[in-house]
């Protein structure tokens, strides 16, 4: 396992100012691309940053296409020894070929002699886990919601709740309005008969595009009753999503995404004793679901809005996974 090191701080304006004029150029257009996701981008527009403030400190501001692949496993390494875990490192490389990769289609007029600077030359980065990859068990969730129900802490037991029984992202969740406490249950399109779950509205979730994948998250009472509690005790305002925060000046905005992060790291990782992060409440679920109840995987990955159930597999994680009674 590899020494963490400190985060990679944000570039700032001031630096961002500095960074040769085509980079600044290409960088701005690239990210105008509307088949890429409001996350992906996001991601990209951070990662480029990064990157293009490397090629201003270390490889002499060269713009873009004067770039060579020796520049490509420089900053590879530079990543690998601050600590950085194979898949952000895998991210913050795909960004940058990517990048590259638009040059290539798009400017090719201009540049006709440009080449994707991570070549198949260039190894991946080896596969590392910088944490073990350990879900919450039941009876661990249910510890964490008893101690922040001690504490009154209402809302991030809904988040809690709701993320978990839902199998949702951290930004899935935050779209969640309060209307949904209203629902009934879903209905048996043959029958007619109630089921025992609920539906949302409309969620924008993970796909391609500006608006991604919309689909509507299964829940259960246990989450509605959650919500209820956490929208009971809130004082009363016109903001329509569960999730909110209140500005120094009085007014309810909805959540950022950091405050999830905010939340595990801050609060519920000091309850448990170890490492808590949004997108463990996913995995805890698909793994206590699959590993410990014995449910279809096919369902699973129906709950978690999972193309493949191929990719549903690597959420769950169980103990033992090499079984070798059979070899004794």
């Given at each position: 396992m590899s020494e963490k090191l400190e985060k990679i701080p944000d570039v700032t304006q001031e630096e961002f100012d500095k960074f040769d004029d085509f980079?600044?150029?290409?960088?701005?257009?690239f990210l105008q691309q509307q088949?890429?996701?409001?996350?992906?981008?996001?991601?990209?527009?951070?990662a480029l940053k990064i990157f293009f403030r490397f090629v201003y400190e270390k490889c002499r501001n060269l713009p873009l296409y004067d770039l060579k692949p020796r520049h490509a496993l420089l900053y590879q390494n530079f990543l690998m020894a601050r600590g950085l875990s194979s898949s952000a490192v895998k991210l913050k490389r795909s960004a940058v070929s990517s990048l590259c990769g638009y040059i290539e289609v798009y400017r090719s007029d201009e540049y006709p002699l440009f080449r994707n600077i991570y070549n198949k030359k260039i190894p991946n980065p080896p596969k590392t886990q910088t944490h073990e990859k350990k879900p919450l068990t039941v009876e661990e969730l249910q510890y964490l919601i008893d101690e922040l129900e001690k504490r009154q802490e209402w809302q991030m037991i809904a988040y809690i709740q709701f993320s978990y029984d839902s199998g949702c992202r951290r930004g899935e969740v935050r779209q969640l309005l309060k209307e949904v406490v209203?629902?009934?249950?879903?209905?048996?399109?043959?029958?007619g008969d109630e089921k025992n779950y609920y539906l949302t509205h409309n969620i924008r979730c993970k796909g391609r595009g500006r608006i991604g994948k919309v689909r509507k998250l299964i829940f259960s009472d246990v989450s509605k009753d959650a919500i209820r509690k956490w929208l009971k005790v809130r004082s009363e305002d016109d903001n329509p999503f569960v999730f909110v925060v209140k500005t120094r000046d009085g007014k309810v905005t909805q959540v950022s995404l950091g405050i999830f992060n905010d939340w595990c790291t801050n609060t519920f990782s000091k309850i448990m004793g170890r490492r808590v992060h949004?997108?463990?409440?996913r995995a805890s679920r698909a793994t206590n679901l699959v590993a410990y109840e014995g449910k279809d995987i096919e369902k699973v990955k129906n709950l978690l809005g999972h193309q493949s159930s191929e990719t549903t597999k690597i959420y769950v994680v169980k103990e033992?996974?090499?079984?070798v009674d059979d070899l004794f």
């Open positions: 980079n600044k150029e290409i960088l701005e257009e088949h890429l996701s409001e996350q992906t981008l996001s991601q990209y527009n951070s209203d629902y009934a249950y879903v209905k048996d399109q043959k029958t949004p997108h463990q409440l033992g996974e090499d079984d």
